[in-house]
């Protein structure tokens, strides 16, 4: 089973999704072509993203690196990105299993009703194999301590999309039936509720109630993302000092990858939307108009103008964060890249306010760079022990230094699970199996309240 999961992983989402809708769409009763076609638009989604993520990493790596060379910004965290968090994640015990251990949680939890999303983003689980397999090193290579903190993220995650499923789709109307069950994502909605209440009771900063279309109107043409990337592009480059060709170039490669997200996402509407309708059509049918969400991966909503513009204004404060607060030792890089996943699911709570977000993300980035700091140390013993084990490159920590990525080990979740395994341990594992038995109680009575209600109301 390993050798079998360990293969449909190294197929990588832009193969592995066009095949899995493809079965999908067969199963909820589509044609073959319309499923195939449905199934590869995704795929074709998925390349887009893999060549915007090249064009910012093969070519931003460089002068970033530079720069922190030339100001003296030495932070022992090395910024090994997603690839390599997620080579430690599938390369373990826990990892080479999670996929169906947690399509049968996911089950499980469907059937008794404590759950209405069934997460079929495969290619994020990951995510839940990553603190699965920081718990199992630190945990002396327990498999029990490993899927215990995979599960309960992935639970936790579970109802959390649930929780936020009607707020996500009221702000994207054009996904109706889809939640996102992505533990990152999900994991920056606690940030999103308190700082927003905050600054809410600030007196007058409803005023600055600004969203990218409001942007553009107040900025001209300075608003609008495809300049803003330009200009920070430049900055970047010229930051590093390279020469004029050099630094238009990084200018005209950011305001490309600025333009080519909203065009890629477009593509994953094209491909899945189809899908969504008729699951929503076969769920009413089956289910008596009962809700079921379909789990999905936050891409195919990182191309919103807001998303756009305060990733790309965050690109360069992130450095800056990184230099200044005192304590952090890790100097994101490889992982900007992932920095438009933060908001997919902060902006519903915001409503677009490009101002209110900002805030938020720089708040909960200020929190995930001291994640990743703490995390680190267990992140390197895992990292070192895969690189050990496969020679996987992706895993190889640079001679002295500790490893880090910003994605999912500066989640709010991770971070919480890892430190109850590795500093409460048996009080930690009483700690979050309350606190996760809790929020599936309080679910599953939400959803039976909610049903009885929809019952009593006459057709």
Known sequence: MEQ???YIISLGASVMMPILFTIIGLCIGMKFGKSLK???YVGVGFVGLGIVTALLTNNFGSPLSEISRLYNLQLGVFDMGWPAAAAVAYNTAVGALIIP???????LLLITKCTRTVNIDLWNYW?????GAVAYFVMDQSLAWGYFAAIVCYIVTLVMADLTADKFQEYYPEWQGISIPQP???SFVPFALLIGKALDMIPGFEKLN???EGLKKKFGILGEPLVLGVIVGALIGALAQLDIKKILFLGVTMGAVMELIPRITSLFIEGLKPVAEKTQEVVKRKFNGKKVYIGMSPAVVIGHPT???VSLLLIPVALGLAVVLPGNQFLPLASLAGMFYLFPMVLPFTKGNVVKTFIIGLVALAFGLYFVTDMAPAFTQAAATVFAQTGDPASKIPEG???GALDFASSLFGWIIFKCVNNLQWVGMGVLTVITLGMVFWNRQRIATEENRNNAIPT
């Open 184 to 186: 990152f994502c999900q």
């Open 101 to 107: 251990i947690c399509l049968g949680v996911n089950f």
């Open 127 to 131: 995510h839940f194999a990553f603190i």
């Open 38 to 40: 449905s199934g590869l």
């Open 4 to 6: 079998v999961f360990s």
């Open 401 to 403: 230094f500790e490893a």
């Open 307 to 309: 998303t756009l513009v």
């Open 210 to 212: 600004i969203d990218a």
